[in-house]
């Protein structure tokens, strides 16, 4: 068979299952990502949800797409949702897409999906490109086990107690990251996290793709010899905390506290310390270590 009869059939095949959402993921810088089953669904569906109309309006004149387009974006989607399960519910077929990626990693969509899921109407996942994945696929580091973060908070004091609360983690932690927040985001995690090891994945699929190893404190330095270094966007993966033993993780709490209050330990430095060894929130070891301070007297 060749591949234009094979397109053809899979385009018949596709539009003979009428009342669904396909959940498409579209390149994250690539073009050549853009696999043929997508095209195909982006073609034939009645209606594309795009997270911005006008940004994937070029992705669809690149490949002559001539579906009408929606919006769909975190500020218009629990209205959104209802009218396209109603329209679903009609036998209409929607295709959701992202700015870039796979929908729902970081983006729009979740709420929509649920709906459908509740309403028993069909969701076809039409799976590519993925800038989690695509990082992961190239950093070197353990990829059995990972925890995926999304945005760090935009605010330093929210970002820290973000990443005190994975410090004992141990499966590979991985965030995404914007140009504009890079280098602080670096710069809190290595007050949090040391020398822990970390992969800068940048401006992946693209040109000017690059990774980069090191400590936190080492990638801030090559962005400050190399300025284009902190340009783009960013996948950030930390390596997960070594494996604790059962007699290495068996710190008595109320013991390590009691220990820093006799040693004259204020009761923020406390729940510092107490939030990088064992875990938690920082504000409930500061609770908990003024609450102790109220008893001692």
């Known amino acids: 068979m060749s591949q ?17 959402l396909y959940v498409v993921a ?6 050549d990502d853009m696999s043929t089953r997508a095209l195909d669904i982006l073609r034939s569906v009645d209606v594309i949800a795009a997270e911005d109309t006008r940004h ?3 992705l669809m004149a690149h490949f002559d797409i001539r579906t009408p387009m929606l919006a769909l974006h975190d500020h218009n989607e629990r209205t959104r949702a209802e009218q396209l399960v109603a329209r679903i519910e009609q036998g209409e077929r929607i295709a959701l897409i992202s700015d870039a990626g796979t929908p729902l990693i970081s983006d729009p969509g979740y709420r929509l999906v649920a709906q459908l899921r509740s309403a028993d109407l069909r969701v076809v996942p039409v799976p590519g490109p993925c800038a989690l994945v695509a990082a992961l696929s190239g950093a070197g580091v353990a990829t059995d086990r990972f925890r995926f973060e999304g945005f760090l908070p935009a605010r330093s004091s929210a970002r820290k107690n973000a990443l005190e609360a994975l410090v004992r983690e141990s499966a590979t932690l991985v965030f995404y990251e914007s140009p504009h927040r890079i280098t602080d985001s670096l710069t809190d995690i290595a007050a949090v996290f040391g020398e822990r090891r970390l992969v800068l994945a940048r401006e992946l699929t693209k040109r000017f793709e690059t990774f980069l190893e ?8 090559i962005m400050a010899d190399d300025p284009d270094q902190a340009r783009g966007e960013f996948v950030v993966i930390v390596e997960g905390a070594p494996e604790q033993s059962e007699e290495e993780g068996s710190v008595d709490a109320e013991q390590l506290l009691m220990a820093m209050f006799e040693a004259g ?4 430095q406390i729940a510092t310390v107490a939030t990088r060894l064992l875990g938690g929130r920082k504000q409930q070891w500061y609770e908990r270590a003024q609450q102790l301070k109220d008893a001692q007297g």
Not at 4 to 20: C, I, K, T, Y
Not at 26 to 31: A, D, F, H, S
Not at 214 to 221: C, I, K, Q, R, V
Not at 265 to 268: L, S
């Open 26 to 31: 579209t390149p994250i810088g690539n073009l």
């Open 214 to 221: 090191g400590s936190a404190e080492a990638l801030l330095a």
């Open 56 to 58: 994937s309006a070029r």
């Open 4 to 20: 234009a009869s094979h397109v053809m059939q899979s385009s018949r095949a596709e539009s003979g299952e009428p009342g669904a």
């Open 265 to 268: 330990v204020g009761t923020k």
